[in-house]
């Protein structure tokens, strides 16, 4: 069986095909141009899938908070302007005559990792990924946790720094303005106004910047303060950690270092790993949501 998965991101369309197995046959990336609005992103993505055949299914990834029985968009913040309530299930299925299932983006990277990555031998663990913001997803007992309304594990919005930074959800000092990549980036424009992006700020780093190792260091710091409540919250087997700036090296290793000398002994036994699947893990997830009863473990 083929089955197409769509990552839609704040920043990329990620979109790959791939059989009930997670065996990939194509894989693109395409700028998601979010910033134009839910409308025209989702326009964008259908334009984006036409060029493809020969697939069964469809599946989505998705940022923001989503409603899997109405397939629907419960939330989105204004990195996708008017993206709340939009119909996607609908939308894509009603074009394409194809079944389609949807997911929040973060869930639908701890599906990936469960059926295909690092995930595989844990029952409880939490992905957390950083990028715009900071997502969460939580697996108990091998099931997705997705709490009284399905918005459960806004990990990015647990509040750190009590009237702190103003947040996009109104709130104010919330994880993600202080750990997110986004807010990397932010303080390593205060040295070097050109940096764009978390590559460029670690390539410096690495070349031994003094002023970024320094903004990369009080960084870390933040992100490792969200990560210890989390393990005292939940004491999962593992954090998965995911986005594209856990791809550089050794930051996972600091990570996990800083945040075990902040937990309780009780609680050291933590895995504390990078995701296996890296910028497909939404897509492969997205896919898993068309092939979970076929593959051994159930999230239905």
């Known amino acids: 069986m083929k089955i197409l998965g769509v990552d839609i991101g704040g920043t990329s369309i990620k979109l790959c095909i791939a059989d009930e197995f997670g065996n990939i046959e194509t894989f693109q990336e395409y700028d998601s141009e979010a910033k134009k609005g839910g409308p025209h992103l989702i326009h964008k993505v259908i334009s984006i899938i036409e060029d493809y055949s020969g697939f069964e299914a469809i599946g989505i990834s998705t940022a923001g908070q989503v409603n899997i029985q109405e397939g629907s968009i419960r939330y989105a913040n204004e990195n996708i302007p008017n993206y709340t309530g939009m119909q996607v299930k609908s939308i894509i299925e009603n074009h394409f005559n194809l079944p389609v299932r949807i997911e929040n983006d973060v869930n639908a990277a701890a599906l990936g990792e469960n059926f295909f990555g690092n995930g595989r031998n844990f029952h409880h663990f939490i992905c957390v990924t950083y990028g715009t913001g900071i997502g969460g ?73 003094e002023s970024l190792q320094l903004v990369v260091h009080n960084w870390i710091e933040e992100v490792a303060l969200g990560l210890t409540s989390l393990v005292h919250t939940f004491n999962p087997e593992a954090i998965i950690l995911g986005g594209g700036v856990m791809e550089q090296d050794d930051l996972v290793t600091m990570l996990a270092n800083r945040v075990k000398d902040n937990i309780m002994e009780s609680f050291s036994n933590i895995a504390i790993i990078k995701a296996g699947l890296g910028n497909k893990a939404g897509v492969l997830g997205a896919i898993s949501l068309h092939t979970q009863k076929n593959i051994g473990r159930s999230f239905l």
């Open 137 to 209: 997803a939580i697996v108990m007992n091998s099931d997705l946790y997705r709490g009284a309304n399905g918005s459960a594990a806004e990990f990015g919005h647990i509040m750190t720094h009590p009237r702190g930074k103003r947040c996009n959800c109104g709130l104010q000092g919330c994880y993600e303005m202080y750990g997110s990549t986004t807010a990397l980036v932010q303080e390593a424009r205060k040295v070097y106004p050109d940096l764009l992006d978390g590559r460029a700020i670690f390539h410096l780093y690495h070349k031994g910047n």
